[in-house]
């Protein structure tokens, strides 16, 4: 067992205390970022019936904001946990939405043919991911020319005093031990810069960046 998957095990009972622990995030997590994406979809993809792809997708709270803000794309969600994927396919059927399918695989092996994509995400899954390498050059690979990838993730550079602050209003508003919980996997989190560079080397151009306790990276095939 890999030291990830000792940290987080995906399947069974935590994959539906995962969803559920952040099923009330639509406002504060999910439609903040599904908007972002939609902005940057709008400002360098052409194809007005993008498609989209969210690798690690888990229970697809994303991929159904995104639904509903771009009707007229295709969405594609795919995560290594077949719980994960069945809690986001029994949602999206709930909300009536088709324009997303489902495909378990790993990322760092993404079962999705070359230049696939108009746009890959990825929200909150790449610190947890096995390989980063191998699913960054993945991601390109998935990725059509001029297409974009939009990452947010945890920011494993920011000061560890501020990420303290920033966890008071978790304190407040989940608990303790789910803070606690949260905190242990901030030894997982990533630094931006090296993430932006691997990115770089592969062939992506950097067209916006943002670091705070969450890092986003836009990068352009
Ligand atoms: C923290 S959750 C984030 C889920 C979703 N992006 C969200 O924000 O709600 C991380 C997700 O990554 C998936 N995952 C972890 N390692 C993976 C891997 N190597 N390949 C594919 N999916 C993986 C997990 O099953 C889980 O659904």
Redesign the pocket.
């Known amino acids: 067992m890999s030291e990830k998957s000792f940290h987080h095990s995906?399947n069974g009972e935590h994959a539906q205390k995962?969803a559920k622990s952040?099923e009330n995030m639509k406002k504060s997590r999910y439609i903040p970022f599904a908007k972002e994406i939609y902005k940057f979809i709008e400002r360098f993809v052409k194809n007005k019936n993008p498609i989209i792809l969210?690798v690690?997708?888990?229970?697809g709270?994303?991929l159904i904001e995104i639904a509903k803000l771009i009707p007229n794309s295709q969405l594609i969600g795919?995560?290594?946990?077949e719980d994960?994927l069945r809690i986001a396919s029994e949602k999206a059927k709930e909300k009536g939405l088709n324009s997303i399918t489902f495909k378990q695989g790993?990322?760092?092996k993404i079962p999705i043919a070359e230049a696939h994509n108009d746009a890959v995400v990825c929200?909150?899954?790449l610190h947890?991911?096995?390989d980063t390498e191998e699913t960054l050059s993945e991601i390109y690979r998935i990725t059509k020319k001029n297409g974009i990838f939009v990452l947010k993730d945890k920011n494993g550079a920011y000061p560890k005093w501020k990420v303290v602050l920033g966890f008071i209003p978790l304190v407040c508003k989940s608990g303790l031990k789910r803070t606690i919980k949260y905190f242990k996997s901030n030894e997982l989190w990533l630094d931006p810069e090296k993430i932006k560079k691997k990115m770089e080397e592969l062939g992506f151009k950097i067209e916006y960046q943002e670091k705070k306790l969450d890092y986003l990276i836009v990068g352009r095939k």
């Open positions: 995906w995962f952040v969210d690690g997708c888990g229970p709270y994303l795919v995560d290594f946990s994960m790993p990322a760092e929200l909150n899954s947890d991911f096995n």
